[in-house]
């Protein structure tokens, strides 16, 4: 049976959905929450974006507007061993959103800076020295990373409603993508926003937080993009399901390896799962001190699952990373 059948049939059970289910240490299994590392409020608040690098080591990035955004280096117990720095650009300031590691190249982040265009920066930052390079300028929010298997990177911008494609080296820095859903008039005022290739990059999955909408773009046979198309609907899933925030601020997206995508709901405060067909089948938001405060970015491990809390409601005093186990290993990010 599938994995999401199998959600599915555990969530059917008066009282007993799979995110209740207590593992052998008294712990509730997949979807026992709980704090990874030390309060961030110090020395990254407002963390956003996340990634890992081979050495399974954990960054944080800060979104923050300074001019000079901090990234914490956590290693694999949660402990901070480095901070690096990333220094503004023509805005003064910096503010940091999403991240991809990429092993033999680095870590690529985004900087939002003051929102406006030209502004906005994908940026790469040497994990060792902290050195950082310019890969792509003039964005106005640029926000979440991902990349294809010939190593092209695609990157949301949540305010002017594209998506850009550049090579590593910069080169080539085209719009991939533009489409009028891109874009919102909800709250927050975020667009495209979370990104992530299915296994077979058939398409490109993107997130519109306003809209509480996760799309898809198809990718066709010489690797432009088609016409986007809905995949799953907040208020169509309320309205069928008689639920409520179904994909509520829909942000930071991850497939696992089987075909599952995990939402960052940043509203609800949750992370929900989507099956391949488009339906909430588990929605997991940690309890008391561990719940999850403006989920915003999420990254695997193997089946360990780290996310950010973004944390803004409280003027970023809940700045934190949180982790979990999953039922199935994340899908790998670089292939």
């Known amino acids: 049976m599938k994995l999401a059948a199998l959600l599915a049939a555990a969530l059917a059970i008066p009282g007993l959905g799979f995110a209740d289910r207590p593992d052998r240490d008294g712990r509730s299994g997949a979807a026992f929450i709980q704090d990874f590392g030390p309060d961030l409020?110090?020395?990254?608040p407002n963390p956003e974006g996340i990634a890992i690098d081979e050495r399974g080591r954990v960054y944080a990035s800060s979104f923050s507007p300074a001019p000079a955004a901090p990234i914490c280096v956590l290693d694999r117990q949660g402990r901070i061993e480095d901070t690096l720095s990333v220094a503004a650009g023509p805005a003064g300031?910096?503010?940091l959103l999403g991240e991809l590691f990429v092993p033999g190249e680095g870590l690529y982040v985004t900087d939002f800076a003051d929102g406006a265009a030209p502004n906005g920066r994908l940026l790469l930052v040497d994990?060792?020295?902290?050195?950082?390079?310019?890969v792509a300028a003039g964005l106005a929010a640029p926000n979440a990373i991902a990349r294809d298997k010939r190593g092209r990177l695609y990157v949301s911008d949540s305010f002017l409603g594209t998506?850009?494609?550049v090579n590593p080296d910069g080169s080539d820095l085209v719009t991939w993508s533009q489409d009028p859903r891109f874009t919102t008039q909800g709250q927050p005022p975020f667009g495209a926003n979370g990104l992530a290739?299915?296994?077979d990059e058939r398409f490109l999955y993107v997130a519109n937080t306003g809209d509480s909408v996760v799309l898809r773009v198809p990718v066709t046979s010489d690797g432009s993009a088609g016409t986007p198309e809905v995949f799953a609907s907040g208020a169509d899933l309320d309205a069928r399901f008689g639920a409520t925030q179904s994909l509520h601020g829909a942000d930071g997206l991850a497939f696992d390896v089987g075909g599952n995508l995990w939402v960052c709901a940043n509203q609800a405060n949750e992370v929900?799962?989507?099956?391949?067909?488009?339906?909430?089948?588990?929605?997991?938001?940690?309890?008391?001190?561990?719940?999850?405060?403006?989920?915003?970015s999420l990254v695997f491990r193997g089946r360990r699952l780290f996310l950010t809390n973004l944390s803004l409601a409280d003027g970023g005093v809940n700045s934190k990373l949180s982790e979990l186990?999953?039922?199935?290993?994340?899908l790998p990010l670089v292939r």
């Not at 994990?127 to 310019?134: K, V």
């Open 41 to 44: 409020l110090s020395t990254c």
């Open 93 to 95: 300031v910096a503010a």
């Open 127 to 134: 994990p060792r020295s902290g050195a950082t390079r310019t």
């Open 163 to 165: 998506i850009s494609r």
């Open 197 to 199: 290739f299915d296994a």
């Open 272 to 296: 929900q799962v989507l099956s391949p067909g488009g339906e909430i089948v588990a929605r997991y938001r940690g309890s008391g001190a561990a719940a999850l405060d403006f989920p915003a």
């Open 325 to 330: 186990e999953a039922p199935l290993r994340g």
